[in-house]
Structure formats: structure tokens, C-alpha cells
């Protein structure tokens, strides 16, 4: 597994990390996940050198956070954990976001829901530290609160020893500049993937050139580049993969163009003696300004797979080739 650093904040970590969004569970993953087989995937995980491990309060309204706790109990020094704020549910405090699951949630970037989501995600992990706490999404008008307020809050909050390093998630270029500006952003958390590359615009130039980390998550789509989703698999209704406007890859005519992709790159998965879903991590990895790609697993074996992609070089020819294999695809009908 090879190791690089979140930013400035001196910690470092994994460059496959592991995300816990399906550890929640939910209608919106299909089948519910088996909470034993989740804290076996992580222990797996860290086997393997994964130390990043990212979930969030709302995964599962606290059930991701409660069984990665469970899962680090006795290995905390092994792990990086990354979990977020920002997403509030208890009131009207905050601008509305959306209803998940029935649930009414706010984007709140407050000073006061801040401190009440750190103790409570540190009680349910069981930890006294959070390594890596990062605002889950930007906070908007109405009740919008000013970047320096919640980072002048995050800031205390690392003086005051509950956490290590500040990160930020799904941001403008203008929001991580105006971050950056009140204090020290380690990381930068975004979807990415090669069929999803429209942070190559701005924010990875960005991030390189300053030294935050990136985080990218979906870079797998959700298992599309897996290979294994075929042409007959059907995805229950309200499952996020069921929703074509959403993510219009899964459409029936583009899936086929996903697949007849991958099975050009035959070949590579034959010279690396790797899956698809490896040469994707590693040609991620691979990427100006990407240094860590977060994979999420219901199993033990799933991410004892992925991880192993951590420790993958591809050539850069190979890196070039797949690239303008990709840009040929072009955009999903």
C-alpha cells in the first residue's frame, strides 16, 4: 500500500481509503448491509494498509459512525479517521437540502450545530479525536453561514485537541480559495471518476498547485466500472442506481457502451494481473492532483480486492491510452 499525505496537517494516509456511505445502509443501497460483515470489512481493510476511513453523521443517521467505532475499537492507532459536519437534522436550523429516507435535512455549517455534531460523532465512534474533519457540503443562503465563521469554529476545534486537520467536500473553486484563505485546508473531498472528470477544470489544478489533499469518491460509479454490473442487472426502486437522470450511465444503451470500454482494456487487466475495478483505482490514483481514492465495500473480500490496487503502477502509456480511450466514449446519451 503506498502512503501519501493530507496536505500540510502531517498525517498520512492510504492512498485507497475506505468509504462507509453503504455501511449506513438504507433504501437507497438495496439490500441492507450485515453490520458484523461490515466491521469485518474494515478490520480487513486495515489488514491490507487501508488507515483512511471516511463515513459521515448522516450515513445511516449515525449507523456507519456507530460500527466503524465498533469496528476500531482496540486498533485506533492504525486508523485515519475522516468523518464530516454539516448536514443537520434535529430542526429548522440551517438552509434546507433535501428529504433523504423521510428525513429532513439542513445544510448547516453553524458554529453551534458544528459542536454539537463533533461530540456527538466522537461519542458514537468512541474516540477522543477525529483525525480528519471535513464540511460535508457548503452551506447556502438563507442561513448562510460565512466561510471564516466555520472555519474560525473548525480551528478552535483542532486548538482544543477533538480534531487534527480540517477538510472540505463538494465546494466550488471560489468556496475552497475563500477556505483556504481562513486557515489550513488538508484536504478537498469530490467525485471523480474517469467518467466524471469535470474537476480536472479547476479544483485538481488547484489542489496540486497548493498542497490539499484530494479525496475522490464514486470513482468506481458505483460499481459500473467494475464490469460486473451487466446488461440484465436490475436495481430496486429508490436505489440511487436506479435512477438514470441521476446518473445517466446506467441507462440500458450507455452501460453497453461501459462494457464494450472495458472489455478493450482486456489486455491491461491480463499485463497487471489485475480486476477492472483495480486498473480503475490505479488509473484514478494515477491522475495530476489525485492523491487518494476512497472505495466502499459490504464485504471483507470486496475491499481486500480493491485494496490491493494501492500498491498497482500503471505505465503511463497505459495511463495516456485508457484516458483517450475514455475522452473517445464521450458524454452518456
Not at 428525513?103 to 463533533?118: A, H, K
Not at 452551506?139 to 486548538?159: G, N, Q, S, W, Y
Amino acid at each position: 500500500m503506498k502512503y501519501r499525505n493530507l496536505g500540510s496537517s502531517g498525517i498520512s494516509a492510504s492512498v485507497v481509503g475506505m468509504g462507509t456511505w453503504v455501511t449506513g445502509g438504507g433504501p437507497t443501497w438495496g439490500a441492507e448491509p450485515d453490520d458484523r460483515e461490515s466491521v469485518r470489512a474494515i478490520h480487513a481493510a486495515i489488514d491490507m494498509g487501508v488507515n483512511l476511513i471516511d463515513t459521515a453523521p448522516l450515513y445511516g443517521f449515525g449507523r456507519s459512525e456507530t460500527v466503524v467505532g465498533k469496528a476500531i475499537q482496540g486498533k485506533r492507532d492504525q486508523v485515519v479517521l475522516a468523518t464530516k459536519c454539516g448536514l443537520w437534522t434535529e430542526d429548522d436550523r440551517g438552509s434546507f437540502f433535501t428529504d433523504y429516507e423521510g428525513v429532513r435535512v439542513m445544510r448547516s455549517l453553524r458554529p453551534d450545530t458544528i459542536r454539537i455534531e463533533v461530540e456527538r460523532s466522537l461519542q458514537r465512534i468512541g474516540t477522543d479525536v477525529i483525525d480528519l474533519y471535513q464540511t460535508h457540503w457548503p452551506a447556502v443562503p438563507p442561513d448562510k453561514t460565512p466561510i471564516a465563521d466555520t472555519m474560525a469554529c473548525l480551528l478552535e476545534l483542532r486548538d482544543e485537541g477533538k480534531i487534527r486537520a480540517i477538510g472540505v467536500s463538494n465546494v466550488s473553486l471560489e468556496e475552497l480559495q475563500e477556505n483556504a484563505a481562513c486557515g489550513p485546508v488538508a484536504s478537498n473531498q469530490f467525485r471523480y471518476s474517469m467518467l466524471y472528470r469535470e474537476p480536472e477544470a479547476d479544483i485538481l489544478p488547484f489542489c496540486l498547485k497548493n498542497n490539499i489533499a484530494t479525496l475522490t469518491y464514486m470513482s468506481l460509479e458505483q460499481g459500473l466500472l467494475t464490469g460486473k454490473v451487466g446488461m440484465d442487472r436490475e436495481f430496486a426502486q429508490g436505489e440511487w442506481r436506479s435512477n438514470a437522470d441521476w446518473n445517466p450511465w446506467f441507462k440500458i444503451e450507455n452501460r453497453q457502451r461501459v462494457l464494450d470500454l472495458l472489455s478493450g482494456w482486456n489486455d491491461l487487466t491480463e499485463e497487471y494481473h489485475c480486476s477492472f475495478a483495480q486498473l480503475m483505482v490505479a488509473w484514478t490514483a494515477a491522475q495530476a492532483g489525485v492523491t487518494h481514492v476512497l472505495c466502499g465495500a459490504r464485504t471483507a473480500d470486496q475491499i481486500m480486492q480493491t485494496a490491493e490496487a494501492g500498491d498497482l503502477d500503471l505505465e503511463p502509456a497505459d495511463v495516456v491510452r485508457m484516458r483517450d480511450d475514455v475522452e473517445a466514449l464521450g458524454d452518456p446519451a
